[in-house]
C-alpha cells in the first residue's frame, strides 16, 4: 500500500481558511466524500503514464525535435492515444471557448497573473519543482511567463486544438516536458517522496488545471467582466479539453463551473500553507518589472500589489509575505468593465467591439 504523502492535509486550519471562500460558492455539497478524499490523496502518488512511458522510450534531444517542428507521428503510441479524442469533446464549444478567451483581453492577463498565479502560489503545494527547474526565480520569471503567453494564445487561438494545430502542439509539449522533469526528479535522491509524493502528479495536474478554467472565471468577475452562461459552459469545456490533452485523468476534469469550484475546492482545503518557495515565487513575480525605468517600472510593480489586494485579499498576501496596497486598479477595472463589458458588450455587434479591442490588446506579456 503507498502511503499518502504528509503534505495531504498538513494544516487543516490553515487549508480550511484558505479555502472557505471556495466553499461558499461551490455549493451545498462541496465537502468531499470519504472516496473522493482518498482518490485525492492518491493523486499525489500517480502520475501521467502514458507520457511517462513515451519519455522512457525516447531521448530528451528526439522528443524536443519532434515537438518542436518535426512529424507528430514520430510519436507513436502516443500520438494516436492523444489524436482519438473522447466523444465529448464538441467543436462548436471548443471554438466558443476560445473566443470567450480572447475577448476578455487585458483582464485575462490581470487575472492569469496576479490572480491565478499568485494565488497558486499561496501553497507550497506544486513548487518545489518549479523551483528546482529555476525558471521561475529572479531574471527567468519575464521569462516564463511570455513562455505561458505563446502557449495561452495559441491554444485560445481559431483552430488552435486541431490536431497539428500550434496550441496542440504546444500542449503536448508542456505534457512531454513535465514527464520529463518528472523522471528527472523521481530519480534524484534528494527528492522528498513521504513529504511531497510524486514531483509533478495527478493531484496537482489537475489543480493547475483549475487555476485557468474555474479560478480564472472567478477573478474575471471580481473585475466586472460579464460571463454570460454560454461563455463559462464554452471556457470550462475548453480547459477540460486542454486539460485531457495534458494527462489529467478524466475523474478531476472540471466540464462545468460548477464541478469545478467543487473540485479547486477539494483540492484547496487539503494543500499545505505556503513556505519559502511560496514567498520567493510571489515576490519575483510582483518584482519582474524593476528592470523597467522610471515611473513605468514602479507604476507596474503598484498596479501589481493593487490587482492582487482586489482578486485574492489582504491574508493571501499576508501568507506571500506581499505588502498591503488599496485596490485601486482592480476597482477601476471594475467600473471600466460595467460600461463596457455589461453595456456595450450587451448592444448589438457590442462582443465583436469587444472581440477586436481585445485583440489589440496582450492577454498577458508579449
Known amino acids: ?30 465537502a468531499p466524500t470519504p472516496d473522493e478524499l482518498a482518490s485525492l490523496a492518491a493523486g499525489l502518488n500517480r502520475r501521467d503514464d502514458l507520457a511517462a512511458a513515451l519519455v522512457r522510450s525516447r531521448r530528451p534531444a528526439e522528443l524536443h525535435r519532434i515537438l518542436a517542428s518535426g512529424p507528430l507521428e514520430e510519436l507513436g503510441e502516443f500520438y494516436e492515444a492523444v489524436r482519438r479524442r473522447p466523444a465529448w469533446v464538441d467543436d462548436d464549444l471548443l471554438r466558443e471557448g476560445a473566443e470567450a478567451c480572447r475577448i476578455f483581453g487585458l483582464d485575462a492577463g490581470l487575472v492569469l497573473a496576479y490572480g491565478s498565479l499568485l494565488g497558486g502560489y499561496r501553497t507550497a503545494a506544486a513548487l518545489e519543482p ?53 523522471a528527472k526528479l523521481e530519480a534524484d535522491p534528494t527528492w522528498d517522496h513521504e513529504l511531497r509524493g510524486l514531483p509533478i502528479n495527478q493531484y496537482d495536474q489537475a489543480s493547475t488545471l483549475g487555476v485557468f478554467s474555474t479560478s480564472f472565471l472567478l477573478h474575471l468577475r471580481l473585475l466586472g467582466v460579464r460571463v454570460s452562461g454560454a461563455d463559462s459552459r464554452a471556457v470550462m469545456h475548453l480547459w477540460s479539453y486542454v486539460g485531457w490533452l495534458m494527462g489529467v485523468d478524466e475523474e478531476w476534469l472540471p466540464h462545468t463551473e460548477r464541478r469545478g469550484r467543487r473540485l479547486l475546492y477539494h483540492f484547496l482545503s487539503n494543500d499545505p500553507p505556503p513556505d519559502g518557495n511560496s514567498r520567493a515565487l510571489a515576490r519575483a513575480l510582483i518584482h ?15 498596479r501589481a500589489l493593487s490587482v492582487a489586494c482586489w482578486l485574492l485579499g489582504p491574508a493571501a498576501l499576508r501568507d506571500l509575505g506581499l505588502p498591503y496596497r488599496l485596490p485601486w486598479y482592480g476597482a477601476g477595472r471594475l467600473l471600466a468593465n460595467l460600461v463596457l463589458s455589461h453595456g456595450v458588450g450587451r448592444l448589438p455587434g457590442g462582443r465583436s467591439f469587444l472581440l477586436a479591442r481585445s485583440a489589440r490588446q496582450a492577454p498577458l506579456w508579449g
Open 130 to 182: 518549479l523551483v528546482r527547474t529555476g525558471r521561475l526565480a529572479g531574471g527567468e520569471t519575464l521569462r516564463r511567463i511570455r513562455e505561458t503567453t505563446t502557449w495561452w494564445r495559441a491554444v485560445t487561438a481559431p483552430g488552435g486544438l486541431e490536431p497539428g494545430a500550434g496550441g496542440f502542439r504546444l500542449t503536448l509539449h508542456v505534457r512531454v516536458m513535465h514527464a520529463l522533469l518528472n
Open 1 to 30: 500500500m503507498t502511503t499518502t504523502p504528509t503534505r495531504f492535509g498538513l494544516d487543516r486550519a490553515w487549508s480550511e481558511r484558505a479555502a472557505r471562500p471556495l466553499r461558499l460558492v461551490a455549493g451545498p455539497d462541496a
Open 288 to 302: 519582474m518589472s524593476d528592470d523597467v525605468p522610471g515611473w513605468r517600472g514602479v507604476y507596474e510593480r503598484e
